[in-house]
């Protein structure tokens, strides 16, 4: 039996064709994930909640169990397994991105079962809530015993809650609440209030955002059940004072339209394509204007 030398670089070609397949079969058998907490809402200043890349991206295996998803979060993040729940975004029929289920902490595998069930153009994003109860070392498996049950007698829902500032004219997540869909909406107002930091003397109103550009008034006196609320639903707060006239955009509603007539153009030179300048611009531009700007860009 003869023994062959193989040249050097041969050998080299060889470890980098097998590390080359490795990589392959692993992006095949793992997803890359995306973590957001509350945190990443308060830094979100646009419509729905957070964006994918502004969240934590984790590579995680196709079939892994809820167990290994929980375990892996809890060591990305260091919280305690008992602490925390996971749950699902999911892309509405009117284009907003919600957190819309809780994801099970078993063994059972559920990637595979998150991943065909989601909207494929929309990147795998989780809500990673986490709760206030103290830490128990005693606990390790996450059995949501520090959450709001949901139960068919009491059956809750979490809504989420940004409030808008018109003299800054900025839109802020500021926290979510765990309620009965059977109270009504009006007795929740001390703790909506609360967590807006609004003065408890102040009158409110508030809006749910249906869609990106569409606001609807919510009624205070109906339940959450018959304002049609469910998990993920995202309400607008806004105190209600008599100097909020005397900024641009006084209501949230203003604030909305605005946001969307807004869009960022880049221009580039006829003769020169390296040469460009960004704008943000309303739709309702003139030629006039555009031109103008284009001239004092040039002329700096």
């Excluded at 989420?160 to 609440?177: A, I, N, R, W």
């Excluded at 607008?236 to 006239?245: C, G, N, R």
Aim: proline share 5%; glycine share 2%.
């Amino acid at each position: 039996m003869y023994l062959i030398q193989l040249p050097a670089h041969l050998i080299e070609k060889l470890k980098d064709n097998k590390n080359k397949q490795i990589e392959r079969e692993e992006e095949l058998n793992t997803k890359t994930i995306y973590v957001a907490t509350e945190l990443h809402f308060r830094q979100h200043f646009g419509t729905d909640l957070v964006l994918a890349e502004n969240a934590v991206s984790l590579r995680v295996r196709k079939n892994e169990t809820g167990y290994k998803l929980y375990s892996l979060v809890s060591q990305s993040f260091n919280v305690p397994l008992h602490r925390m729940r996971l749950w699902t975004f999911i892309r509405r029929k009117n284009k907003t991105l919600r957190p819309d289920d809780i994801i099970s902490s078993d063994y059972r595998p559920v990637m595979n079962y998150v991943i065909e069930n989601l909207d494929p153009s929309v990147p795998v994003i989780f809500y990673l809530e986490i709760s206030d109860a103290p830490d128990d070392e005693a606990m390790e498996l996450p059995g949501f015993e520090y959450f709001p049950k949901r139960t068919t007698k009491q059956r809750t829902a979490i809504i989420f809650f940004k409030c808008y500032y018109p003299e800054t004219s900025s839109c802020v997540y500021v926290g979510k609440l765990h309620v009965p869909i059977n109270s009504v909406i009006y007795d929740w107002t001390p703790y909506i209030k609360q967590i807006s930091n609004i003065p408890e003397s102040s009158s409110i109103s508030i809006w749910e955002e249906i869609k990106h550009e569409r606001l609807d008034e919510v009624n205070l006196y109906k339940t959450f059940l018959q304002a049609e609320l469910k998990d993920g639903d995202l309400l607008i707060v806004q105190e209600l004072t008599p100097v909020m006239y005397q900024y641009p955009l006084p209501t949230a509603l203003l604030y909305f339209k605005q946001l969307f007539s807004i869009y960022k153009i880049v221009f580039k030179c006829k003769n020169d394509e390296k040469e460009t300048f960004k704008e943000e611009m309303k739709i309702t531009v003139t030629h006039n204007v555009l031109r103008e700007k284009n001239s004092q860009t040039h002329s700096s």
